[in-house]
């Protein structure tokens, strides 16, 4: 059983969570929808979607660099709230934000440079999908921000919830069904799958 399919097993029960949590309360206090319904599937496409590059990353690089390169969020972010949000930004933090990127550039060359070191069977590919995980992150995040300003948390985490759940299940279905099909269900199983397992600590 691999590491990955652990990791959007455990995304996919989150997502659930989110759904029978929040979902419960909206059911209770009879909202109605502010937001049509296709931009919160959109949404959860994107949230989905950036956990899954990231974590597929793991396997073509190193931890240092996926851990490093996730910081592409953080100018995306501001990049992103800056156009849609309108938010100002003082020179301070513009200049932290082009030090992250000179950092993101060097790490990005180190990998190039130091395939031997770098731990990892195709770094390029590696650090492309964690910067593609993060642009999504940015993405999911400034989105996030202003659907709970202007709408409502309550039915922002029910229909992240209920569709990010749909989107990994089917992911998890398509991509992992073969161990889906192999896999011995037993406790120990089923604690591993919701993180309680003491291997991967």
């Excluded at 959109?42 to 690089?61: C, H, M, P, R, W």
């Excluded at 073969?178 to 600590?201: C, H, P, Y």
Aim: proline share 0%; glycine share 6%; charged share 15%.
């Amino acid at each position: 059983m691999t590491h990955l399919f652990k990791v959007i097993w455990r995304s996919f029960f989150n997502y659930v969570l989110l759904t029978v949590v929040y979902g419960s309360t909206f059911i209770i206090r009879r909202k109605t929808l502010k937001v049509r319904w296709y931009y919160y599937l959109l949404l959860a496409i994107l949230d989905v979607e950036g956990n899954f590059s990231v974590v597929k990353a793991y396997q073509y690089t190193s931890l240092t660099s996926v851990m490093l390169l996730d910081c592409w969020t953080i100018p995306c972010v501001l990049l992103l709230t800056w156009l849609f949000i309108k938010m100002k930004y003082n020179i301070g933090q513009l200049i932290g934000v082009c030090i992250c990127i000179l950092g993101l550039v060097l790490v990005i060359l180190s990998d190039v440079h130091a395939k031997d070191r770098s731990g990892g069977s195709n770094v390029l590919l590696g650090d492309a999908l964690v910067i593609i995980g993060a642009i999504l992150y940015a993405f999911t995040n400034v989105s996030e921000e202003f659907l709970i300003k202007n709408v409502d948390f309550l039915e922002l985490m029910t229909f992240l919830g209920l569709f990010g759940s749909i989107i990994s299940g089917i992911q998890v279905a398509i991509k992992k069904r073969k161990e889906l099909a192999n896999t011995s269900w037993n406790r120990d199983v089923i604690l591993s799958f919701s993180g309680s397992d003491m291997q991967d600590r």
